[in-house]
Each structure stands twice: as structure tokens, then as C-alpha cells.
Nanobody
Framework: QVQLVESGGGLVQAGGSLRLSCAAS????????MGWFRQASGKEREFVASISWNGGATYYADSVKGRFTISRDNAKNTLYVQMKSLQPEDTAVYYC??????????????????WGQGTSVTVSS
């Protein structure tokens, strides 16, 4: 099993920045791709970004491309997402996820094996 714990969420004004972190523990060697998803109130969970095991490949949803940057530090077993130019439509609960096998790009939540509990991001206008 792999445990994922997100942190770094909060309230920020439009145009501001936040960095989310996700600490992984347990059988971390068993996962390769990690990603971020988000779920706004009343909406389905959606893909935000993903990164390969060595950080060499990254993918982003069109809605965040150019504003968000995903990264990982395997020595620290930590995943990050730096979010800039935040907008009210970025308001959501952000989830960290990890998958054991498969390609780095898969926007479907069901492709991921492990999930964190989520951290809330609210962007005020």
C-alpha cells in the first residue's frame, strides 16, 4: 500500500499563487506515475497534471497549461504542483494520486491506484 497526504491548500486572491505538496509513504517503489486531480463542488473529478517516475515527462490539462507546474522529489517521496495566476475557476479540492503501471498520460481517475484525502483551494475574485 501507498499512503498519500496532501498539504498547502488555502484561500488566495485571484492572480495569486500556491504550492501544493503530497507526501508519499509505504511501498513507494511500487508506483511510477503520479498526478494531481481536482474536484469542484458539484462537478466530477478532473485531471490536472501528471508526471513520470523520473520527472522526464509531464502532462497538463489545457485549463492549467502555462500556469501550473508539476514536479517530484523522489528522494523525499514528495510530489508538488506550483500554481500561478490562480483564478476563481481553479477553486476545488485537489487530490494527489499515484499509479503502479501504465503510461504517464491518462486523465481518467480510475487509472490511478492510490489517492490522498485532498486539500482545499479557494480562489477569491
Amino acid at each position: 500500500q501507498v499512503q498519500l497526504v496532501e498539504s498547502g491548500g488555502g484561500l488566495v486572491q485571484a492572480g495569486g499563487s500556491l504550492r501544493l505538496s503530497c507526501a508519499a509513504s509505504g511501498r513507494t517503489f511500487s508506483v511510477n506515475t503520479m498526478g494531481w486531480f481536482r474536484q469542484a463542488s458539484g462537478k466530477e473529478r478532473e485531471f490536472v497534471a501528471s508526471i513520470s517516475w523520473n520527472g522526464g515527462a509531464t502532462y497538463y490539462a489545457d485549463s492549467v497549461k502555462g500556469r501550473f507546474t508539476i514536479s517530484r522529489d523522489n528522494a523525499k517521496n514528495t510530489l508538488y504542483v506550483q500554481m500561478k495566476s490562480l483564478q476563481p475557476e481553479d477553486t476545488a479540492v485537489y487530490y494527489c494520486a499515484a499509479r503502479k503501471v501504465g503510461s504517464t498520460y491518462n486523465p481518467q481517475p480510475r487509472a490511478y491506484d492510490y489517492w490522498g484525502q485532498g486539500t482545499s483551494v479557494t480562489v477569491s475574485s
